[in-house]
Nanobody
Framework: QVQVVESGGGSVQPGGSLRLSCAAS????????MGWFRQAPGKERELVAL???????NYPDSVKGRFSISRDNAKNTVYLQMNSLKPEDTAVYYC???????????????WGQGTQVTVSA
């Protein structure tokens, strides 16, 4: 089994900052990509930030310059620093990890339960 657990969501005023953390644990041989997606009410889930095991990072234009993703491979943990938050950043944020459970195993995606981020005055 693999567990992916997020923490750090909450409410903040526009212009504020939040830091999300996510740890993967369980039967893990290796993790390739780790990252964050979000889903606002009535909208589809969208990519927020992704970082590969090799350190390649991808952000959509909507968060570039405001959000920063980082990763601690030794701890199987990924972080998302969110600055200059806007009301449109309000959503449930989901952690994502692609995990290989054995040396010859297939890589599968795992998702966390989600953490609410609310940006309002």
């Amino acid at each position: 089994q693999v567990q992916v657990v997020e923490s750090g969501g909450g409410s903040v005023q526009p212009g504020g900052s939040l830091r999300l953390s996510c740890a993967a644990s369980g039967s893990i041989f290796s993790i390739n990509a780790m990252g964050w997606f979000r889903q606002a009410p009535g909208k589809e889930r969208e990519l927020v930030a992704l970082i590969t095991n090799g350190g390649n990072i991808n952000y959509p234009d909507s968060v570039k310059g405001r959000f920063s993703i980082s990763r601690d491979n030794a701890k199987n943990t990924v972080y998302l620093q969110m600055n200059s938050l806007k009301p449109e950043d309000t959503a449930v944020y989901y952690c994502y990890a692609t995990v290989r459970r054995s040396v010859l195993g297939t890589e599968y995606p795992y998702w966390g339960q989600g953490t609410q981020v609310t940006v309002s005055a």
